[in-house]
Structures are given as C-alpha cells and as structure tokens.
C-alpha cells in the first residue's frame, strides 16, 4: 500500500469521502504532520510554522463532525499557504489569508458534498471569513446539524430557563447585551457572558 493511499485511509473517519484525495494531497505535498486533538472549547483547530526540528503542524478537534473537519482544515491550511507566501509579516487573518481560504475551498464546492443549507451558509462565511468559524452563527447552526448529538445553544433558550455546561455548573439565561448573552451562575449569582451558539444541556 503507497504512503499516500495509507493517509486517505486514516482519514476516513474525519472527512467526507470525496474530500479525501485533495487532502491527502496537501499533506503529502507539503509533509504536513496532522494531529487530531481532543476537545477545545477556544479552537477547533491550529497551525504552526515549521521550525528546525519539525515540518508544518495542523492540529483539528477530533470530536468535529466531516464537514467541520473540512472547514477546520482548510482553515488552516490557509495559513499554511500564506505563510509560505508571506511569512510572519502580515495579519495572520487578513486578506491574504481570506483570499487563500476562499480559493482552497472552492474546489470542495464542486464536488456537490454540502447541503443545499450548509453550502449556503459557507458561501456567505467566506464572503469575508473571520479568525474562526466558531463565531459565525450562521455557518456553525448549518455544521451542528450533522453532529451525533445535537445540543441547543444558549441563544436559543428562553429567558429564566436553565441549563448546564460541560464543566457541571448550572446557569440560568439572562438578557442579550450586544453579542453576548448575560447569564447567572445558580451557586455563586455570578453573571457570566456567553456566546449566543455556546452549546449546552437544557435543565429542565
């Protein structure tokens, strides 16, 4: 079995399928060593540069679903690519990195792979990408949908309705105040903000 058919088989349990050959082409090409994490709430994913001792390092959520993966990725390898061009002297997410995202994504468009709702929802994202795609409500509510476990986000409860976060703590859903969600930690009274598309379990 060649090194490159060895890769696409790993990738499997992360990607579409017919995204597969183009990824394993990247990480080949550019001897790119991926890790798969675990869980960050802050990130899905990371790229670090090359140093002496190792080549290109992207680092994806293992817990992502396929078409979270794939963004991820290629969120990443735009930076990849940008360093390559640039170096460290420019906006690690400027417009030479939203260019390149949006070039190495379209190639995925035409393979028919997304939903008519979450291709949609991609190609208004990339219009003008931000650092992450976990700020973006609308392309995060399209990803979500293919998860295992579908969670409701905070912005989606009522006000007064209770829910609990990963950590076991338990909060009761304030007001909105600008892009952020005032919520009351049940123990303490403390008010914390929230992300509107924070996923968390609902207490009834």
């Known amino acids: 079995m060649s090194k490159k058919l060895q890769l696409a088989n790993q990738l499997i349990p992360f990607l579409p399928i017919e995204a597969i050959p183009q990824i394993a ?22 790229y670090m540069r090359p140093t002496k001792e190792k080549g290109h390092l992207i680092s994806v959520n ?23 061009n ?43 990408p931000s650092s992450s795609s976990c700020f973006d409500e609308g392309l995060m ?30 909060f009761q859903r304030g007001k909105k105040i600008r892009t952020r969600i005032e919520c009351v930690e049940i123990s303490t009274n403390k008010i914390y903000l929230f992300n509107p598309i924070a996923e968390v379990k609902k207490v009834e």
């Open 25 to 46: 082409e990247w990480i080949d090409e550019h001897k790119i060593i991926l890790t798969i994490t675990e869980k960050r709430n802050s990130v899905f994913g990371n």
């Open 62 to 84: 293992g817990d992502l679903n396929r078409f979270a993966f794939l963004v991820t990725f290629v969120h990443e390898m735009a930076h990849l690519q940008v360093w390559l």
């Open 86 to 128: 640039f170096g460290d002297k420019i906006n690690p997410h400027g417009k030479e990195w939203k260019n390149e995202f949006k070039k190495l994504m379209l190639p995925f468009f035409s393979m028919k792979i997304f939903s008519a709702e979450l291709e949609m929802a991609l190609a208004k994202y990339l219009t003008n």
């Open 141 to 170: 509510r399209a990803l979500k949908k293919f998860d295992k476990e579908i969670l409701p986000f905070v912005g989606d409860l009522q006000v007064g309705e209770k829910f609990k976060t990963e950590n076991g703590k338990i």
